[in-house]
């Protein structure tokens, strides 16, 4: 049985991870906010912020997965506790990859920074903004072991992924009406598929979050059909 003090010294490696987990979340969030204010104002100078802070998000990963091995090996943890570990050292990995899809949309900018003014791209912002809030609140899930909220965040991927089926059809007009607009078109095609990952990922993350407070899975969910099968993460 353990004592007192094992239990809490688990207690406070958790709150370790879990605080390593939000840090990531939150540079995950910076990261897409601030490749998208980069992509619509053509700030080249940002969009290379991004990419080098993505250097921090996966420290971060690597400093999880370290103290996340050595709880299990050191406290034995079972049970609900040992769910919330691997959930966390999943976790950490998916958000890492949410990261890696913000660099990409970052390093797209100084490709399309010459380009004339691309009137799909004002649809990017407010599918930025739902994937920005569904990796903020399934973290917070997360940390709160809160299975309802999980649910949440999956009932909402429905809108990302009708939004990126909306730029799908419209950047495919907008590169009908002339040879030059297919370039930056495809490069923004890529970027609404970047976002469409990253709300895949959110949702991914939600349904570790609800085993790891339920035991259960989470039902399977209903999903739109992809025109695309493009799979966009350089990594």
């Known amino acids: 049985m353990a004592t007192g003090h094992t239990v809490k010294a688990f207690d406070e490696d958790l709150d370790q991870l879990r605080g390593s987990i939000a840090e990531m979340?939150?540079?995950?969030?910076?990261?897409?906010?601030?490749?998208?204010?980069?992509?619509?104002?053509?700030?080249?100078?940002?969009?290379?912020?991004?990419?080098?802070?993505?250097?921090?998000?996966?420290?971060?990963?690597?400093?999880?997965?370290?103290?996340?091995?050595?709880?299990?090996?050191?406290?034995?943890?079972?049970?609900?506790?040992?769910?919330?570990?691997v959930a966390a050292l999943k976790i950490a990995g998916v958000v890492e990859r949410i990261g890696d899809y913000a660099k990409n949309i970052a390093k797209r900018v100084h490709v399309i920074e010459g380009s004339n003014k691309i009137e799909p791209l004002s649809l990017l912002p407010e599918m930025a903004?739902?994937?920005?809030?569904?990796?903020?609140?399934?973290?917070?899930?997360?940390?709160?072991?809160?299975?309802?909220?999980?649910?949440?965040?999956?009932?909402r991927d429905r809108a990302v992924d009708d939004f990126y089926n909306s730029i799908f059809r419209t950047l495919l007009t907008f590169m009908m009406e002339s040879p030059n607009n297919i370039t930056p078109a495809t490069h923004l095609l890529f970027i609404a598929k970047n976002l469409e990952r990253m709300g895949d990922h959110a949702t991914n993350v939600a349904e570790m979050v609800y085993f790891a407070a339920t035991g259960r899975h989470m039902a399977e969910r209903t999903k739109g059909e992809d025109p695309s099968d493009a799979e966009q993460a350089d990594g």
């Open 25 to 85: 979340g939150g540079l995950a969030e910076a990261a897409i906010a601030e490749s998208m204010r980069a992509l619509v104002q053509r700030d080249t100078e940002a969009a290379s912020r991004v990419v080098e802070n993505d250097r921090k998000i996966d420290a971060l990963e690597a400093e999880v997965e370290r103290n996340a091995v050595q709880l299990i090996a050191l406290r034995a943890p079972m049970a609900d506790d040992l769910r919330e570990v």
């Open 129 to 155: 903004r739902i994937v920005s809030e569904m990796v903020r609140d399934v973290l917070d899930a997360f940390a709160a072991r809160d299975a309802d909220k999980a649910v949440a965040v999956c009932e």
